[in-house]
């Protein structure tokens, strides 16, 4: 099963029609987002092309194929807009053998892991930094921020793809 999983869209319509494009080009089955859909934060500044009224058609017109989890931006009122469900903070997907917690990161994350096994995988947001780093036999993997990334990590998105996961950029 390929997984196109990403985080922090932050209503950026610019970045979430390119974010679409990878999946499509990449033929993933299911889009992960990991929270911070609509709403940019206070303390983020606002991403290129902010029109989150933009970004709910975009996201509506694959409803079937998203599993989002809340992220701390995510609220009751986009549940109202949103036609798949984006309240609940953990999901956690079972794909080519391999254990996936998926949360937004503000919680759970490397330094405050989740109950899992060794060998499960944590992929998590928030930070808008990329990572993937062991910790305590659990792989935490971090896409970055689709809208606005830090620390130079550029904006992007984790392809899981038979077992294995890859950082890729968006063009």
């Given at each position: 099963m390929k997984i196109l999983i990403a985080s922090d869209i932050h209503g950026s319509a610019y970045y979430c029609k390119k974010l679409l494009d990878a999946y499509r080009a990449e033929g993933a089955e299911m889009l992960l987002l990991l929270g911070d859909v609509l709403y940019h934060g206070p303390r983020n500044d606002l991403p290129e092309e902010y029109a989150p009224k933009s970004v709910i058609p975009m996201l509506n017109a694959l409803k079937n194929e998203i599993i989002c989890v809340r992220g701390n931006c995510d609220t009751e009122v986009d549940?109202?807009?949103?036609?798949?469900?984006?309240?609940?903070?953990?999901?956690?997907?079972?794909?080519?053998?391999?254990?996936?917690?998926?949360?937004?990161?503000?919680?759970?994350n490397k330094d405050n892991l989740p109950p899992l096994?060794?060998?499960d995988v944590l992929v998590y947001g928030h930070t808008h930094v990329a990572l993937d780093e062991v910790v305590a036999g659990v792989r935490c993997l971090n896409p970055g921020s689709v809208s606005i990334p830090k620390q130079n990590t550029g904006h992007g998105y984790i392809l899981f793809d038979g077992g294995e996961f890859t950082r890729k950029l968006l063009d």
């Open positions: 549940q109202m807009v949103l036609e798949f469900p984006i309240m609940s903070q953990n999901a956690v997907i079972f794909a080519d053998g391999v254990k996936i917690y998926a949360t937004h990161g503000h919680k759970f096994s060794e060998g």
